[in-house]
Nanobody, 123 residues
Framework: QVQLVESGGGLVQTGGSLRLSCEVS????????MAWFRQAPGRLRELVAD?????????YYADSVKGRFTISRDNAKNTVYLQMNTLKPEDTAVYYC???????????????WGQGTQVTVSS
């Protein structure tokens, strides 16, 4: 059974930084493409960033976070990270870690989800 456990969420002021972590167990982490999604109240879940499997040579970022967020992976630790800098109130959402057996384009490509971690950015 594959499990994804996120950590690192919390409350931060505008302009601050947070680093989210997601540890994967029960599967072969290096073979998964990994992603971070987020969902704000009343809005659809959206893809924030993703990274390809194995060495993670390719990444994708939503336009809204490009230049501020960085996704990375450590296959030795079975962990994917999301470094979030220059946070804005509009970044407030529940952030979900996700794993896929294929290239990630939308949430329909996801095989496994984490439980989510709240990120709140105060103005």
């Amino acid at each position: 059974q594959v499990q994804l456990v996120e950590s690192g969420g919390g409350l931060v002021q505008t302009g601050g930084s947070l680093r989210l972590s997601c540890e994967v167990s029960g599967g072969t982490f290096s073979t998964y493409a990994m992603a971070w999604f987020r969902q704000a109240p009343g809005r659809l879940r959206e893809l924030v960033a993703d990274i390809t499997s194995w060495s993670g040579v390719m990444t994708y970022y939503a336009d809204s976070v490009k230049g501020r967020f960085t996704i990375s992976r450590d296959n030795a630790k079975n962990t994917v990270y999301l470094q979030m800098n220059t946070l804005k109130p509009e970044d407030t959402a529940v952030y979900y870690c996700a794993a896929s057996h294929k290239i990630i384009g939308t949430s329909s490509d996801i095989a496994y989800w984490g439980q989510g971690t709240q990120v709140t950015v105060s103005s």
